[in-house]
């Protein structure tokens, strides 16, 4: 599958500092913090200790304060075990609380390509939702796909030679905070400068509101019409933010991006991802995606047609696939191997059944020696 090789070029072009300026219209306004040796080498240690100037958030005293005093004599050692100095990093984090103030005081993190989607079970609020240094250095130091940044950036690109090498620059990248519908956030595949497919971001549920017309409920009881839009009308939507925004506008010819529906014609850009297996297809397969062979296209921006067939009621004349997930129903979440053991994981999903026959029959087994 040629179309779908990855190189090192390919990675950097979706770095966030190499895309965001070029479209800062049509994205979530952010801030972008140069992160020295010294700080690299403190996200990418070992550990989660926070460093000097960080204050973990304060809670409400537990109920029964009374036990505080035997609680302290079951913590108390006779000094054996080593005790763990906090790092110095004043300016980063003095840069962190600067760019947080400027963002509206809530911020998500990222790195130069990911976010710690997958760390978020460790967060006080269960997203990627800051409001300290602290908050984001513990979901950074959290992330498993962090980590991957950090150490192997390139590691499935066809020209690497050593899949340690690591980028030659690193940046902490801090995000506005925006609640976001999770239904209204969809992955766009591109070859050729052309859409191909494009399917929902949270690939894991099913959105009723994405293909139908139904009522909702509000808070004081009563009911009002909510008219989400039709699938067709979604595709339109996307095909004419593409060509007007994105279309030639991004070095690669082949590649992915993820795009959030705020409003009826409105989008935000998310993110930039290489066309290739280090992407998640999601709703599609990579030799699905290999296959499709778009229409010859002006590259050198958005052409007449392009938005034309965008503006166009008739679905016919836009080729690219649209997939949503028609399934009802509770799927695991895509980080849960982050979270837990891996043979948990495996039951829960389903992956090795055998694991699970064993645990019957050593239960059983044991249960009748003791008959």
């Not at 050729?192 to 894991?204: A, E, I």
Request: charged share 30%.
């Amino acid at each position: 599958m040629e179309d779908i090789a990855c190189t090192k070029a390919n990675v950097n072009s979706c770095m966030f500092a190499a895309w965001y300026n070029v479209f800062k219209r049509h994205t979530i306004r952010s801030e972008i913090i140069p992160l020295s040796a010294a700080e690299v080498d403190y996200l990418r240690a070992d550990g989660v200790v926070m460093p000097e100037g960080c204050e973990a958030p304060e809670f409400a005293a537990r109920p029964n304060s009374d036990n505080d005093d035997s609680d302290a004599e079951d913590w108390e050692h006779d000094g054996s075990f080593d005790t763990v100095k906090a790092p110095k990093l004043p300016e980063l984090v003095e840069k962190i609380k600067r760019s947080i103030k400027a963002l509206g005081g809530t911020v998500f993190p990222k790195l130069n390509w990911s976010a710690p989607q997958d760390a978020t079970w460790m967060s006080f609020n269960g997203t990627l939702r800051c409001q300290s240094p602290y908050d984001v250095f513990l979901l950074l130091k959290a992330s498993d796909f962090v980590t991957h940044d950090l150490t192997q950036p390139y590691k499935d690109c066809s020209d690497c030679n050593d899949i340690d090498e690591r980028a030659e620059s690193y940046e902490l990248v801090l995000r506005r905070w925006r609640t976001v519908i999770p239904g209204m956030e969809f992955r766009c595949f591109v070859k050729k400068h052309t859409l191909v497919g494009v399917c929902q971001r949270d690939d894991s549920a099913f959105y009723e509101y994405l293909k139908e017309e139904h009522k909702k409920q509000t808070e004081d009881g009563n009911y009002s019409e909510f008219v989400a839009q039709q699938t067709e009308d979604i595709r339109a939507e996307i095909q004419h933010f593409f060509c007007q925004n994105i279309r030639g506008k991004f070095p690669l010819e082949n590649y992915v991006v993820d795009v959030y529906r705020r409003g009826k014609d409105r989008f935000w850009i998310i993110d930039f991802n290489p066309f290739s297996l280090v992407t998640d297809a999601l709703l599609f397969t990579w030799d699905e995606l290999a296959e499709m062979q778009p229409e010859e296209a002006d590259t050198n921006g958005a052409s007449d047609e392009c938005c034309a067939s965008a503006a166009s009621a008739n679905a016919d004349v836009m080729a690219f696939e649209f997939r949503i997930n028609r399934q009802q129903g509770v799927q695991p979440s895509p980080y849960l191997s982050n979270r837990l053991p891996k043979d948990v994981v495996d039951l829960s999903t389903g992956q090795d059944i055998n694991k699970f026959v064993d645990l019957f029959q050593t239960k059983h087994l044991g249960g009748s020696d003791s008959d």
